[in-house]
């Protein structure tokens, strides 16, 4: 997760000669998002929770849910993702410079999960074989018993979902990116509510076929999107404006023609031919 983070920002910075800024912040606009994005899911659950917010009748509990989740994250990211690409990367206007932009969103995403799945492992590389009892609180001691065993347990193919996952969004989130840009290239505000809707419709769908289904059909489901939203990356390309490639010869210039003009000889014999006879 951590290499395909850091992978994208390395092939599109040498692919279009940039240098880092946007990468890192598109980084800074993920992180600044679920600042926001993390502690409001956390008020309206404990909302519902506390009976606050009336909760949708049980049969309707996961679609509400999805759908709540997708939203949640399509307005938050998304609308981060616009205000970053204009008040702070001012010069992204580009379709390179999109696709940097991009990647720097989703990159960042990868590698912070990436870090987080390493230290979750070590711990549980640490906690193998030790007696739990002397380590942790006897009222938490179920709970890390039932953790350790699943872990130790679980498929070595299922942990690399994650890794999977991340493969398949990070072009998303690059996709992302090159829909919010047309909102400064065309003037155009709907085009930050299409990114919005396609974010949102990806997670909702993502963590509804999870639950009623299995991860196996939710990744199937994701690929799906990332070949959607490849299509529409590349239908977008014609129509974004593209930086001049410097390494190329400027075009050939030709200068005016230079005219000059001799006097003439006049004689009575051209002036004879210029006259109006009628």
């Not at 600042?35 to 509400?64: D, M």
């Not at 410079?97 to 230290?119: D, S, V």
């Amino acid at each position: 997760m951590i290499a395909l983070g850091i992978g994208w920002g390395v092939l599109i910075t040498r692919r279009y000669k940039m240098g880092w800024r946007l990468f890192w912040i598109g980084g800074a606009i993920f992180v600044i998002s679920q600042v926001f994005h993390i502690p409001f899911n956390a008020l309206v659950t404990l909302l519902f929770k506390n009976g606050v917010l009336p909760a949708p009748p049980p049969e309707w509990q996961v679609l509400f849910n999805a759908v709540f989740l997708g939203l949640s994250a399509g307005i938050f990211e998304e609308v981060a993702r616009y205000l970053g690409c204009r008040y702070w990367a001012k010069e992204a206007r580009t379709w390179s410079q999109g696709l940097l932009y991009g990647a720097g969103h989703g990159g960042t995403e990868a590698i912070l999960l990436g870090i987080l799945t390493f230290y979750t492992t070590l711990q549980f590389f640490a906690l193998k074989g030790q007696d739990l009892s002397k380590i942790v609180p006897l009222d938490q001691l179920p709970l890390i018993q039932q953790q350790v065993t699943t872990f130790w347990s679980t498929p070595w193919y299922l942990t690399m979902l994650g890794a999977v996952e991340r493969a398949l969004t990070i072009p998303v989130q690059i996709t992302f990116a090159i829909i919010v840009l047309q909102a400064f290239t065309r003037a155009k505000i709907y085009w930050l509510f299409i990114a919005i809707f396609w974010h949102a419709l990806l997670d909702a769908s993502a963590y509804y076929v999870a639950r009623v289904w299995n991860v196996y059909v939710a990744e199937i489901a994701i690929l799906g999107f990332t070949v959607a939203s490849i299509i529409i990356l590349f239908l977008l390309y014609r129509q974004t404006p593209h930086e001049i490639d410097q390494s190329q010869p400027p075009p050939t210039t030709y200068s005016p023609m230079k005219l000059e003009l001799k006097p003439i000889q006049e004689s009575s014999d051209k002036i004879e031919d210029t006259r109006y006879t009628q």
